[in-house]
């Protein structure tokens, strides 16, 4: 749904294991999803993206899978590197027919510690 | 890729002046630029959505005459925070998405951090 976060959650990780981030998304409409990576300070980066006709889509070290049938969004960091500690939002474009805006979850904050 | 670019970086001022924070797509050309803010340890919140040449679009909630938003050009948008209080002390941040074809991609600006004291 809305972003309602008073705190955000925290994965911790060990340099080179790889990562899960989960988020699940409110409208069924959504037909493009992202996932960006926020440093402390600095706006959002865009990582990868992908849309409702596609479960699965791949980039360099990172994955996201997209589940719609239970609105639910992950993305997969391989081999996480100590310069991936980072907040990580999903964001979800809950109008179809064309881009309009983007709604964003509540984050989750990577710790990678070596 | 795109750049956006957002001045000041920070700005703190006291409490009732008004803060101008502008926002640049410094190598496209944006039709529709987002404002957002960004309280600590949480999300972005969608304020509003900028479209060139015609008024703001602003989402539920956020006052349209305390956050004025100007967007004269396709490179410019600036969000003016009226009579600036201690509780709009926030991280602002704006958008750019690019003019056909290219429309679906929406680039960061580096933020605004904005203190009232």
Known sequence: GENVGLHLPTLSV???D????NCAYSNSASDYFIWYKQE???????????RSNMDKRQGQRVTVLLN??????????????????????CAENPFSGGYNKLIFGAGTRLAVHP | GAVVSQHPSWVICKSGTSVKIECRSLDFQ?????????????????MATSNEGSKATYEQGVE?????????SLTLSTLTVTSAHPEDSSFYICSARQTAPHQNEQFFGPGTRLTVL
Do not use: C
């Open chain 1, 18 to 21: 790889n990562s899960i981030i």
């Open chain 2, 64 to 72: 349209k005459d305390k956050f004025l938003i100007n967007h004269a």
């Open chain 1, 68 to 89: 719609k049938t239970v609105k639910h969004l992950s993305l997969q960091i391989a081999a996480t590197q100590p310069g991936d500690s980072a907040v990580y939002f």
């Open chain 1, 14 to 16: 060990q340099e080179g």
């Open chain 2, 30 to 46: 944006a039709t529709t630029m987002f404002w957002y803010r960004q309280f600590p340890k949480q999300s972005l919140m969608l």
């Open chain 1, 40 to 50: 402390s300070g600095k706006g959002p980066q865009f990582i990868i993206d992908i």
